[in-house]
Each structure stands twice: as structure tokens, then as C-alpha cells.
């Protein structure tokens, strides 16, 4: 009998762009961080991408210190690879948005491959009353933001991450992303295989549109041959319906409240777990398995949870 494709399912839990008072649901203090990233590798999140809030507004951190008290428990409590985000913020210098990867050397950190506009200060028009005062300015206040990573910053980053051994998830946000890491790996910044996470559905990217991800599978094959993996990611309402159709494409999928707070049309999600589980039960319902933490270690050749320094 053959054997079923391997999918991984990265769950990303609370990332710098909702904020509280858009669903109840989003995590933001260290406990409750902590519980759903337990929660959902329990539901089969094989990768866990992590941000990290400030304990008593949950304002977006990059201060390890907010990292700290749920890595631990989550390696504690989980076999589960920890992908510790470089982004974070908008508005930081490129060290400091690689500190906390650089303080806790986990397993995968995020490497975002160009600068784009990014913004999403159309959600602030949704709410009238804010749980919190900094949150409607966070969210207008993105209109006039530039998403920073200049060459000079990705090659930075690259290079004084490089002895912590870090697999990188490279976030594609528009095919010119992909030649932008071409470059790079030809440079020798970073080793073959490669993981890319192809982000759609952001105002400032590429769109959530199945010809769009076609498009950048194609790129990525001219470009890498057989010497990447890859994975989706989709804004909004596209999330579940295209990390169904990466899977069925051959790639990984990402969901989580970080990308959508939604699991159905209309449906607040009641936690990331509840993602996690659904797309599970789709990608299996459709004949593929889902990966382990230690089979997604192995197809993406990382260094081991034995290795980092939480």
C-alpha cells in the first residue's frame, strides 16, 4: 500500500496584527499562550510560530523577557518544534527584532525576504469600543507602515543567527521574494534545503488567489529545483480553503489566529486548536497524514528540540 503524503501544520498563535478587542479568543498573556500552543500541538500542530505579547495590554513584544515564561512550559508540555518569529514589529531595527531568536537559538525562526507596505488599518473601522487605549491607533496607524528587510538587513540577520543552527521559514509575500532568495542562497547565506512559507492575502502582497499560488510553485521550482519544501499561509476567510489546496498540491499549511480569527464564514474561532483540528480533519479526510514534530524535523532537517536554549 503506498504510503500517505506527509503534511506539517504550523499554527501560529497570536503574531503583532489582531489585536484583543477583535476576538476574546487571542491569546496575549503568557498563560494563555502557553495553554493554546499546548492545545494545539495536541491537535496536531507539528510547528509552533510564536510571538510574543505584553502580559497586561497585550501590545506586540520583541522584549525576550515576554518570551520566557511560555517557552519553557510549551517545551515542558510538548514535543512540538518552536519557530520563534523575527518580525514582530514594523517599526524595529532588524537586531532588535532577531534578539529573541538570537537569546533562545529555537529550532526554525521566520526570515521575512523583502520590504513591502503592510498594512491593516482597514479593521479599525469594525470596532467602536476597544478593550485597550494603544489599539486603535496600532491599527490605523498602519496605513503609513513599510515593512522593513532590506538585503543588508536579511544578510544580518542571516549571518549572526547562522551558529545557532536555525532552519529558517522564509516568508514570501510576493514572487519577487523568491529571486531576492535566490540571490541570497547563491551568496551562501543560507544551505539548501530551504523551507519557503508563501504568505498571501496581506494588503501590501501577492493575493489569496489559487492562480497566484500556482504562480509561486512554479517560481520556486525554476528557481530551486527539488532542493526547498514549502508551505501556505492565507489572510482572512482564504486560510482554510488554501491550506486545503497546498495540501493537495504536495505542500505544508500554516492556520492560527495569528492569520485569521475566523473558523467558519461569519464564526469566531474559540481557539487556535479549533484551526488546528479542522484543517487535520480535512487534510486527513483527503488522504494525507499529518506530520509528527519529529517527521517534520526530519523532512525539514532540523537541528533537534535538545539543542535550543529554553
Keep these: 500500500m503506498a504510503r500517505k503524503p506527509k503534511t506539517i501544520i504550523t499554527c501560529a498563535l497570536t503574531g503583532a496584527i489582531h489585536t484583543p478587542t477583535m476576538s476574546d479568543a487571542l491569546p496575549y498573556t503568557y498563560d494563555q499562550i502557553a495553554e493554546q500552543a499546548i492545545a494545539a500541538a495536541e491537535a496536531g500542530a507539528a510547528i509552533l510560530h510564536l510571538h510574543a505579547r505584553n ?28 519557530n520563534i518569529s523575527t518580525g514582530g514589529s514594523l517599526t524595529a531595527t532588524i537586531q532588535e527584532r532577531i534578539t529573541p531568536a538570537k537569546t ?18 482597514g479593521l479599525a473601522a469594525r470596532y467602536t469600543a476597544w478593550k485597550f487605549d494603544w489599539e486603535k491607533a496600532y491599527v490605523e496607524g498602519s496605513e503609513g507602515n513599510i515593512f522593513r528587510n532590506t538585503f543588508k538587513d536579511i544578510k544580518e540577520a542571516a549571518q549572526t543567527l547562522a551558529p ?4 529558517f521559514e522564509h516568508e ?31 494588503q501590501g502582497g501577492i493575493g489569496a488567489d489559487v492562480e497566484n499560488l500556482v504562480f509561486l510553485k512554479r517560481t520556486a521550482d525554476k528557481l530551486f ?5 514549502w508551505s501556505v499561509l492565507a489572510a482572512g476567510a482564504a486560510q482554510i480553503p488554501m491550506a486545503v489546496t497546498a495540501s493537495q ?7 492560527g489566529l495569528e492569520d485569521s480569527l475566523f473558523i467558519a464564514r461569519g ?16 487534510i486527513e479526510d483527503l488522504g ?3 506530520a509528527t514534530p519529529d517527521e517534520a524535523r526530519e523532512i525539514l532537517a532540523l537541528k533537534g528540540g535538545d539543542q535550543v536554549a529554553f
Design 55 to 82: 502580559n497586561d495590554t497585550g501590545f506586540p513584544s520583541i522584549d525576550p523577557k515576554d518570551f520566557s515564561p511560555f517557552l519553557a512550559r510549551i517545551k515542558q508540555a510538548t514535543d512540538a518544534v518552536v
Design 104 to 121: 533562545f537559538s529555537p529550532e526554525m525562526c521566520s526570515m521575512n525576504m523583502g520590504s513591502l507596505n503592510f498594512s491593516f488599518h
Design 164 to 167: 545557532h543552527g536555525i532552519k
Design 267 to 282: 464564526e469566531l474561532a474559540t481557539s487556535n486548536a479549533q484551526q488546528v483540528a479542522k484543517i487535520r480533519r480535512i
Design 288 to 290: 494525507n497524514a499529518v
Design 225 to 229: 529545483g527539488d532542493q526547498y519544501h
Design 249 to 255: 498540491m504536495g505542500g505544508h499549511v500554516r492556520v
Design 172 to 202: 514570501i509575500y510576493d514572487v519577487g521574494h523568491l529571486y531576492n532568495l535566490k540571490s541570497m542562497l547563491d551568496q551562501g547565506l543560507f544551505q539548501a534545503p530551504i523551507f519557503l512559507q508563501f504568505v498571501l492575502g496581506i
